[in-house]
């Protein structure tokens, strides 16, 4: 698949997770990678791209076993973002079905 | 994993990010490992999941420009031009030489070379460089001398630079390509201050006594080499004798039948493996065309441009990146000389010279 389209693809995916359960990046990678080919390097330049844009905030929870962690947790504007996308990504979908046949929504 | 964060904060280097934010990377790269290795990762399971970190550099030229490397090379490069404008026009004033000082521009492209030569690596720019000083010393020779012919001559310093530099195996082969050049310009030189051209054009011939000795094959090589001598010995003792050099020649039928027999000689255009005896061919051809347009019309002073075809074809053919830069001093040397020799507008001629600079300005990337 074109970079570009499963870049923005996986930044979808991203929000979803994150906005399903606030958690570290470590997890978002072990969540996405045991149903898409992808890899830590490609996600967390995700994960700080959407923190910046203010989709994120992060806070960081002590460790038994290191340093504190640091969590991703969604924001109003990031579940806002979410929702957009979302609506967009179905509507895409429908339309490409609609051209090339296929599942039915 | 020690090894993969110095890697990782290496490569961050590249990019025009803060000293904080480069930190909290690498610490979020931590506390990622800390989280694997929390959950029983291996290193190599952990390195796996974390990836190369090339996508992680490609990801992050989305959020981040890279950094500019800017070195005093570049300065001076793009200095060149003003440095340039200013002797051409000292010395167009002051001694009323606008002609050779025009050739101050050719320090343009010369310098790009010289400059990104001496950062990477100064031996392998120098052939990139001799067209460039070749035409320098070409003009200069020409102007202040009048000697145009044999000037020309320093041309053949370009592929006997090439041949030198082109690394240290094959001695033997590159001592035979040499004695070519080194053959050629000796047979003019001499040619040119005594006025004599044979026997001494026998030099050209050095090629094919050294070539002989290359053949591991003793028969082939003893047979060459006896057809040579016997062939070299008879047309010095006709031309010496009979006192007719061209009867001389004859001699050489010997060479040549022989050679044709047991197939020492053969024509072969040869595109593929670097084109080297396709190139061969131009430049016997190219060497025929010299002395016949040269003794025919007694045009030696402009016949010898047949000679440029050698190098313009070898750039033509083996060139990728800067063809049109390549050939420039070449087409520029044949436009020159033509419209001099001809027109005898040697005075503005030296106009066709611009285009050196112009082309490598235009093909620079």
């Keep these: ?105 | 994993m020690k090894k993969y964060l110095n890697e990782l904060a290496r490569r961050l280097e590249k990019f025009e990010m803060t000293q904080e934010e480069r930190a909290e990377i690498i610490a979020d790269y931590e506390a990622m490992i800390d989280d694997a290795l929390a959950q029983g990762l291996s290193e190599v399971d952990i390195e796996a999941k974390l990836g190369d970190l090339t996508s992680l550099e490609a990801a992050l030229k989305d959020d981040y420009n890279l950094k500019v490397k800017s070195s005093n090379r570049h300065k001076y490069v793009a200095l060149s031009p003003f440095v340039a404008i200013i002797i051409f026009f000292l010395v167009g004033f002051l001694w009323d030489a606008w002609h050779p000082g025009w050739i101050a521009f050719l320090l343009i492209p010369l310098s790009g070379l010289l400059f990104e030569g001496l950062h990477r690596g100064f031996r392998f720019k120098l052939t990139a460089m001799m067209p460039f000083i070749t035409v320098i010393a070409f003009i200069l020779i020409g102007t202040i001398l009048e000697a145009w012919h044999p000037a020309w001559l320093l041309f053949l310093l370009i592929p006997t630079i090439a041949i030198i530099e082109s690394g240290d195996e094959y001695l033997y082969e590159k001592i035979t390509g040499l004695s070519l050049f080194f053959g050629m310009i000796a047979f003019v030189l001499i040619g040119y201050f005594t006025g004599v051209y044979a026997p001494t054009w026998l030099l050209l011939l050095l090629p094919l006594f050294l070539g002989a000795f290359e053949s591991k094959h003793e028969p082939y090589r003893y047979r060459v080499l006896l057809a040579l001598i016997v062939s070299v010995g008879l047309y010095i003792y006709l031309g010496l004798f009979v006192t007719n050099w061209v009867l001389a020649l004859l001699a050489f039928t010997i060479y040549l039948t022989i050679g044709l027999l047991y197939g020492h000689i053969t024509i072969v255009a040869d595109y593929e493996g670097k084109h080297a005896t396709f190139l061969k061919l131009v430049f016997v051809m190219t060497v025929v065309l010299f002395l016949l347009v040269g003794y025919t019309y007694n045009a030696y002073g402009v016949s010898w441009l047949f000679l440029l075809m050698t190098p313009i074809v070898a750039v033509a053919l083996n060139e990728k990146d800067r063809k049109a830069s390549s050939m420039s001093p070449f087409i520029a040397v044949i436009g020159f000389v033509l419209l001099g020799y001809f027109l005898n507008i040697w005075y503005i001629a030296w106009l066709v010279f611009l285009i050196i600079p112009m082309t490598a300005i235009i093909e620079d990337r």
């Design chain 1, 1 to 105: 698949m074109n970079s570009q389209l499963k870049r923005g693809i996986v930044e979808i995916i991203v929000l979803k997770v994150v906005s399903d359960r606030s958690q570290s990046s470590f997890n978002v990678i072990e969540t996405l990678s045991s149903k898409l080919s992808v890899s830590e390097n490609t996600v967390y330049p995700i994960l700080r791209r959407l923190t910046k844009q203010g989709y994120f905030k992060t806070h960081t929870v002590p460790s038994p076993l290191g340093a504190p962690k640091k969590v991703y947790e969604i924001t109003a504007l990031g579940t806002e973002k979410l929702q957009m996308f979302l609506n967009e990504w179905r509507l895409f979908l429908k339309q490409v079905f609609d051209i090339l046949g296929g599942y039915e929504t």
